[in-house]
């Protein structure tokens, strides 16, 4: 079956970077675009990004723009999502999800991976 | 940027009982592009309707969606109790947005 698994939680301090995996299995991974969505704590969950897994484009949200960088291994069939000089209120559940074809619905999402940003 | 404000925040029901989720929109959502999840604690969103009104395979047909332009909605037609839980809805004609979540919580 289609599923995304993605790497496990982050500790990392302010003015850092971290890099979350979503490696997919169950279908041709360069078929489908990967986007990037967190969730802080008590807040609505907020699109970051997506990416076209098969030529490699992408396009974030204005919100991240300069800070977030998404690529793909088309051999490994593994998304990354790489966020840069975190801060505080950076520390969420960052999810990736599938693209069933081109800016539609996401289905199905990865696990989430916490991302905790603390001195 | 297309807002999206559901209602009500929490919804208080029983096993059995019909619920009625709201989701509106600052502007009109193209083409009826709205999607709905369910969030249980700790579990990543499932997604249940797209398309406003289509169920996504596997979903029971309890679920169900409508409404076009600015007014959608989700309607559980009978819960099960593993039906609480939070629920969203997300627009995906402009960009990508989601609402703030609506909890169904056991009465």
């Known amino acids: 079956q289609v599923q995304l698994v993605q790497s496990g939680a982050e500790v990392k301090k302010p003015g850092a970077s971290v890099k979350v995996s979503c490696k997919a299995s169950?279908?041709?991974?360069?078929?489908?675009?990967i986007h990037w969505v967190r969730q802080a704590p008590g807040q609505r969950l907020e699109w970051m990004g997506w990416?076209?897994?098969?030529?490699?484009?992408?396009k974030y949200s204005q919100k991240f723009q300069g800070r977030v960088t998404i690529t793909r291994d088309t051999s490994s069939s593994t998304a990354y999502m790489e966020l840069s000089s975190l801060r505080s209120e950076d520390t969420a559940v960052y999810y990736c999800?599938?693209?069933?074809?081109?800016?539609?619905?996401?289905?199905?999402w990865g696990q989430g991976t916490l991302v905790t940003v603390s001195s | 940027e297309i807002v999206l404000t559901q209602s009500p925040a929490t919804l208080s029901l029983s096993p059995g009982e019909r619920a009625t989720l709201s989701c509106g929109a600052s502007?009109?959502?193209?083409?009826?592009?709205l999607a709905w999840y369910q969030q249980k604690p700790g579990l990543a969103p499932r997604l249940l309707i797209y398309?406003?009104?289509t169920r996504a395979p596997g979903i029971p047909d309890r679920f169900s969606g409508s409404g076009s332009g600015t007014d959608f909605t989700l309607t559980i037609s009978r819960l099960e109790p593993e039906d609480f839980a939070v629920y969203y809805c997300?627009?995906?004609?402009?960009?990508?947005?989601f609402g703030q979540g609506t909890k169904l919580e056991i009465k």
């Open positions: 999800a599938r693209d069933p074809g081109i800016s539609l619905w996401f289905d199905p």
């Open positions: 169950g279908y041709t991974f360069i078929t489908y675009p």
């Open positions: 990416i076209n897994a098969g030529n490699g484009n992408t």
């Open positions: 502007q009109s959502v193209s083409s009826s592009y």
């Open positions: 398309d406003a009104s």
């Open positions: 997300q627009q995906y004609g402009s960009s990508y947005s």
